[in-house]
């Protein structure tokens, strides 16, 4: 993850602590901080600007610590353990300690590890066919909608949904629901992941459940979902 690709996500996942922060997302952002705060500690030597620091200091204070929340998680850690860093000294040597660690392999029970996110898995077959042993390959099914009896399989290891001309599952332009870059279905070590793109409709299961945007959500075959609306309804099948 690059620097403003981590500032971005910070700030788009503004006040979320649900779900796991990779390291260079937290680390990337304390960078970011602290170039901030150092320009305009310079802007603030002629006085004029002084107030800009604590305005934004209180302006990222939540994102700020729904970050670190979610990179204690990321190591298997309650996200309660940020406030050991207000203890002098050493709750602050052992939080830059505990958030310098890797992600914890696989899922833990805070959600799916983020480091795998866009990486092929031993479930892509030759060709980059997204192939699961015994069954089949998967694909995404159209139930209901403009494109309803479509069927997409998944190559290359990831599919987009929305109205932009490059996405695999294109929606006619004027769809109600749907952005146009709106979900994506990808793997993420070797489990089949669905991930709102950031739309600004939302992406949610057959039950109601609204996917935050740009965090994984395990799917398998027979799993339904839709896009802004029930209108815009898709099922994950194997083939």
Not at 147 to 157: D, E, K, S
Not at 182 to 188: E, F, L, V, Y
Request: charged share 10%; glycine share 12%; hydrophobic share 40%.
């Amino acid at each position: 993850m690059s620097l403003m690709g981590a500032v971005e996500h910070v700030f788009a996942n503004y006040a979320r602590f649900e779900g796991r922060a990779r390291r260079s997302e937290f680390w990337y952002f304390q960078l970011f901080q602290y170039l901030v705060l150092f320009a305009l500690g310079m802007l603030s030597v002629t006085g004029i600007f002084a107030v800009l620091i604590p305005v934004y200091l209180l302006a990222s204070f939540i994102p700020n610590l729904a970050v670190s929340w979610r990179r204690f998680h990321d190591i298997g850690k309650s996200g309660a353990w940020y406030f050991i860093s207000y203890i002098p000294i050493v709750g602050l040597i052992l939080m830059i300690v505990w958030l310098s660690q890797d992600s914890q392999p696989g899922n833990n029970r805070y959600g799916p590890n983020p480091k795998g996110m866009g990486n092929g898995s031993s479930y892509m077959g030759s060709g980059g066919n997204s192939a699961i042993p015994g069954q089949g390959h998967l694909a995404v099914q159209c139930v209901a909608g403009s494109l309803q009896g479509q069927t997409y399989p998944i190559r290359g290891g990831e599919i987009v949904f929305g109205r932009d001309p490059v996405c695999a599952v294109r929606m006619p332009e004027g769809t109600p629901g749907v952005s146009r870059r709106h979900a994506s279905i990808r793997w993420q070590q070797g489990i089949p992941v669905l991930v709102d793109l950031g739309s600004s409709y939302g992406t949610y299961l057959a039950d109601g459940k609204q996917l935050p945007p740009n965090y994984p959500e395990p799917v398998a075959a027979g799993t339904r979902f839709y896009l802004g609306n029930r209108g815009n309804l898709f099922q994950v099948v194997v083939f």
